[in-house]
């Protein structure tokens, strides 16, 4: 914040004016004044006399502008400007911000203010007493360190139920800088800075260092250009489960010397920060291509401490399985051996030879009969053709007769019906 001219302040409050006052303020001029009460307290901003700023029409020009809040963009309560003082003008929290602006013609005498606090009365109870909040302190110093809120129930700072207001101190290394980046952060009451925030401050716990301020749903690093740096949380009795945890790392600018490491992002931070498991740089340079480094877990421990036994264990299962893989492998050959010398021919030959079948057919007996009778009649044909032919028929003119008989007779043959059947052909080859 900028600040123009005199600023007082004490434990009750203070006052500041406007440049040169009671003379003519110069142009051009920017002056912002933030101010600050104590827990469950608000402020009283009143003006003395002479008081002149150039008027304008809704104060354009030169003004005097009053929010309430500790930002620019908070709620804005009124601009002031002209020959008569505001009236008395009071906050409805801990913070007010004030920014007085000139521009470059007609300049007046300006103004003095005096703030005042006073109780709060959302925070009063039966009888107008307050509730104190106890002290909450907490220093680290180092090459890092974290600073986390649940360290405040741990050592039983604060009982549950109560306001938290608590201040970590942190202090780098000799001739370091601070960088402060945020692990976890939560605020039960998001966007609501009079109820839970994380301040951080760049040198003290004073006004004008504040260097920022998180209230809402996302915190930002922090980069301070001091070696010392204050952390602030406030949380009512309605928003204790805000909390937050915050790594903080001494480094110092480039060029980095023989016993530190440069980060890339123009932090050089000690040697012993690299490869620790925490990402100290702003981007995490400093725990790349760290394996051999870090903490090994436990199935590398029980490997390193058990190796020996393992290795032995696993080349005998593998002598085993390869000995196993050699006897099944070997076995049915031995078999095969065996069974070729005890080979029977005989026994062989029986088996796989074909069978011999006697083809026959088998009728009923009277076909069978029949067919004898009829082979008895063939022959006595046959022996009464032969006389008769050689005897009779030796001139054609003499075997007219006969030849109309054997006619006769051959078609009385032919025109019988002889239940013949050829049972006996020659049966197929057998393949």
């Given amino acids: 914040p900028t600040q123009c001219d005199n600023w007082v302040r004490t434990s009750n409050g203070g006052h500041f004016a406007s440049p040169n006052y009671p003379n003519t303020y110069p142009p051009n001029q920017e002056c912002i004044y933030i101010l600050e009460a104590a827990p469950r307290q608000r402020i009283e901003l009143t003006f003395d006399e002479p008081y002149y700023i150039e008027p304008s029409f809704e104060c354009r020009f030169d003004h005097l502008e009053v929010r309430d809040g500790p930002f620019g963009f908070s709620p804005l309560i009124n601009r002031y400007c002209g020959l008569k003082s505001p009236a008395l003008i009071r906050s409805t929290g801990r913070f007010m911000w004030i920014k007085f602006t000139s521009d470059e013609e007609l300049e007046g005498k300006g103004f003095q203010a005096k703030y005042s606090f006073i109780p709060d009365p959302d925070f009063t109870y039966l009888g107008g007493i307050l509730n104190p909040i106890p002290d909450c302190q907490f220093e680290l110093s180092g090459a890092d360190g974290i600073v986390r809120s649940s360290q405040v129930e741990q050592e039983g700072k604060t009982k549950p139920g109560q306001a938290v207001d608590c201040i970590w101190t942190i202090k780098a290394t000799p001739n370091a800088k601070i960088y402060l980046r945020f692990l976890d952060y939560q605020m039960e009451h998001s966007n609501e800075c009079k109820r839970n925030f994380v301040a951080v401050y760049d040198g003290s716990s004073s006004i004008e260092n504040l260097k920022a301020k998180f209230c809402s749903t996302v915190a930002n690093d ?55 498991g925490i990402q100290n740089c702003a981007y995490p340079w400093d725990e790349n291509h760290c394996r051999e480094k870090k903490k090994t877990g436990l199935f590398e421990q029980i490997t390193k401490t058990h190796g ?63 067919l004898a009778d009829l082979s008895e009649e063939l022959e006595n044909y046959q022996k009464m053709r032969r006389p008769s032919t050689a005897s009779r028929c030796i001139h054609d003119h003499h075997c007219g007769s006969q030849a109309s008989n054997m006619k006769q007779s051959r078609t009385n043959l032919s025109s019988m019906e002889l239940p013949f059947r050829n049972d006996f052909a020659q049966p197929q080859p057998m393949k």
Wanted: proline share 4%.
């Fill in 222 to 276: 922090v980069t301070l250009q001091t070696g010392t740096g204050v952390v602030r949380m406030w949380a009512d009795e309605g928003s204790r489960l805000s909390r937050f945890r915050m790594l903080f790392t001494s480094f110092v600018d480039p060029p980095c010397s023989g016993n530190t490491y440069f980060c890339h992002s123009n932090m050089c931070i000690n040697n012993s920060l690299v490869c620790n």
């Fill in 308 to 370: 020996t036994i393992i290795g032995i264990t696993t080349g005998i299962v593998l002598v085993l399985l390869i000995i196993s893989i050699l006897v099944q492998v070997k076995q049915p050959r031995k078999k095969v051996m065996a069974c070729k010398t005890a080979f029977n021919k005989t026994g062989f030959q029986e088996v796989f030879d074909p069978p011999h079948y006697e083809l026959f057919s088998l009728r009923d007996k009277e076909i069978s009969a029949d």
